[in-house]
């Protein structure tokens, strides 16, 4: 570690010089592996667009705006599937960011040493559920749970709004939303807390030498001061709930209809891919499946740029998420 | 000492500096919320592991892990075609992940100023993000829809994809993280850049490099998105990587939204299988970095 600085990238020195002819060879071989690299992330930018493109070239910029999908009648459009990908995510990662950024401050800042541990294991542990299985859990427990329980529960206070009206099936945007919560609060939690980890312990002594109590540190000098990266860290997580698959696919409801009610079945842009795909008969439904999939590309593209440029600017670019 | 400061304090101030009481006691609550979200993240997992583990083992045996599916109404079957399936695809993927990861990683490391470096490092990163499903898609574009044909293989390949930018930047890191000295004595001894690179880098980096592995095969394992349209799925035992191959987590899926009952108690297990399998890598994968710590501060 010695040409590491402090809490920065280790130096860059080059002293790599390619002169024999092993080196050449081995120089060679490794320039090879890095090009294949960079032309398979190319290529999957370039086979997505060729493959959305008798669709791109047939809808126009208004697939993005229709809001029939019925490929019987060869009608294609991506609203309804755009809607559920938006308010399924909106409804995961608000709640995702209460409780995950509350959880870091507290296992950064609050809990002893013997609780912080076991505490964080778990919660980075939750991180490595497949995806199928809370599928499966969100199938058989959660969604039987919010038709039961958590639905009419909401409606008996909210019901008078359009969000909490309407008949509950238990599969629909609002469970898609839960379980995508669960799948995204330890990529909050783990970020979050590295980041309110990283403010420099001056800060937290002076606000406690003018009096603060510990909470009101930990709310009003740490949390401002990391806002950046916290922020970032629910962007990427929120980046992750766009593009989540199995698991909301077996709980969503898969129904290409916009409807004001969370209770209401949906469909999400990853789910409709997933469902449809294999029994997609003509080109242009295959090409228009494909371009839902070069959409969630290019936002996923999009957020996690804005994700790691955030988190970089508190964090240093060091740990890979 | 700090409660008689606070009495003084409470006594001599103006009004607006009063409250203290009330102070403590709002920031009392809120340490009791923080610690509430926290414990409701970590029980949540405990919940979903419990039910898991409740529903599943009674459908685990031998047969279970041995047999092929059966058709509907034929009691018994397993997902033993699956299991090998799932080794044998992400077998594949690794060995074909683990040269390009680690030689643009050695890249990233011995030549990482400049313009292509850190745009390969921003598409690295790029790619990490993006959904599976995206990156299943491109396998079916790629090695399905020219052939006509779903294979194991093709799964492999969008294994690899969702396995390469973990194996990258942590390589990249672990061959940095060896001190600079290292090198340089390995260069002052005669020894070449590749055999420097080769016998002395690699081998001090190898700990935290096969962490990096572990977590790889730990993500890919628990992914079902990319199979739907590669893989496929199948009910016989299959071997041969260029045809439609079984794997579990596809088999999950797809028993979990039948209508029959046998086959979703069926999905259960498999589950369990599924989260077994993915917690032994991580598990190993901390205690391989651990001793990559332990290595690096000796």
Redesign the interface.
């Known amino acids: ?4 600085q402090p809490g920065g990238a ?9 002169v ?1 002819p ?2 050449r ?3 060679a ?6 090009a ?3 032309l ?2 190319l ?2 930018f370039i ?2 667009l ?2 959305s493109w008798p669709s791109i070239a047939k809808f126009g910029p208004a697939f993005i705006w229709h809001s029939a999908w019925n490929p019987i009648a060869n009608q294609f459009g991506a609203l309804p599937m755009i809607y559920g990908t938006v308010v399924t995510s909106l409804i995961a990662i608000i709640l995702a960011a ?3 950024i ?2 870091a ?3 950064a800042d ?2 002893p040493r013997w609780l912080a541990a076991p ?1 964080s294991f ?2 980075e ?2 991180a ?10 969100g ?3 959660l969604a039987p749970f919010v038709r039961t329980s958590i639905g009419p529960a909401l409606q008996s206070v909210l019901g008078w709004t359009p969000l909490f009206s309407g008949p509950i099936y238990g599969v629909g945007l609002l469970t898609g939303g839960l379980i995508l919560a ?1 799948m995204i ?2 990529t909050v ?1 783990a970020i979050s807390r590295d980041v309110v980890a990283a403010i420099p312990r001056d800060l937290r002594e002076a606000s406690m030498a003018l ?1 603060s ?4 540190t930990a ?1 009003r000098v740490v949390l401002p001061a990391a806002r950046v990266g916290v922020f970032g860290a629910c962007v ?1 997580a929120l ?2 709930a ?5 698991a909301v696919t ?1 709980v969503i409801g898969n129904r290409p209809e916009i409807s004001a009610s969370l209770f209401a079945p949906s469909y999400t842009l ?1 789910s409709v ?2 469902n449809e ?2 029994e997609a008969t003509t080109d242009i439904y295959i090409s228009a ?2 371009q839902l ?2 959409i ?2 290019f936002v ?2 999009v ?3 804005l ?2 440029v955030m988190i970089w600017s508190v964090r240093g670019s ?1 740990r ?2 | 000492m700090a409660s008689s400061v606070s009495a003084i304090a409470e006594r001599d101030l103006p009004a607006r500096y009063k409250g203290l009481g009330r102070r403590r006691f709002n920031s009392f609550l809120g340490t009791g919320l923080a610690l509430f979200c926290a414990l409701v993240a970590a029980a949540s997992l405990l919940a979903i592991l419990g039910y898991v583990v409740r529903q599943g083992v009674g459908a685990i045996n031998w047969e279970f892990l041995t047999d092929v599916p059966h058709p509907i109404g034929v009691p018994g079957g397993g997902v033993g075609n699956g299991i090998v399936g799932s080794l044998i695809i992400i077998g594949i993927a690794t060995l074909m992940a683990l040269p390009v990861g680690l030689l643009t990683g050695i890249y990233l490391a011995l030549f990482g100023r400049g313009v292509l470096p850190e745009s390969l490092r921003f598409l690295s990163d790029v790619l990490s993000g993006v959904p599976s499903i995206a990156i299943g898609l491109f396998a079916y574009a790629l090695l399905v829809a020219p052939f006509k044909h779903f294979s194991a293989f093709s799964a492999s390949f969008a294994f690899m994809m969702l396995m390469l930018p973990l194996l990258v930047r942590t390589s990249e890191q672990a061959i940095r993280t060896v001190p600079q000295t290292v090198r340089e004595g390995a260069l002052a001894l005669g020894m070449s850049n590749f055999r420097a690179t080769i016998q002395i880098v690699l081998p001090t980096a190898l700990p935290a490099i096969v962490t990096a592995l572990l977590l790889a095969i730990a993500r890919v394992t628990g992914e079902t998105a990319p199979l739907l349209f590669t893989a496929f799925g199948s009910q016989f035992w299959e071997t041969n990587p260029g045809n439609p191959m079984a794997e579990l987590s596809l088999q999950v899926f797809t028993y979990a939204i039948s209508p029959y009952p046998s086959w979703q108690a069926q999905a259960w297990g498999g589950a369990l299988l599924l989260i077994v399998a993915v917690f032994v890598l991580s598990l190993g994968a901390r205690l391989m970095l651990a001793r990559a710590m332990r290595g690096l501060s000796e």
């Not at chain 1, 766009?242 to 199995?246: H, S």
């Open positions: 570690m010695e040409n590491a280790p130096q860059f020195r080059r002293v790599a010089r390619f024999s092993t080196d060879g081995f120089a071989i490794v320039y090879a592996g890095s294949l690299f960079a398979l992330i290529g999957l086979e997505l060729l493959g209460f409780i995950g509350l959880a401050v507290y296992l609050f809990a505490l778990l919660i542990l939750l490595a559920v497949p995806s199928v299985v809370y599928g499966l859990w199938l058989f427990v669960l609060v330890p939690t009096g109590t510990k909470w009101e709310m990427l980046g992750r766009l593009g989540e698959t199995i077996m990853a891919i997933a795909f294999t499946l494909i999939g070069l969630l590309f996923s593209v957020v996690n740029a994700a790691r060091e890979t998420l």
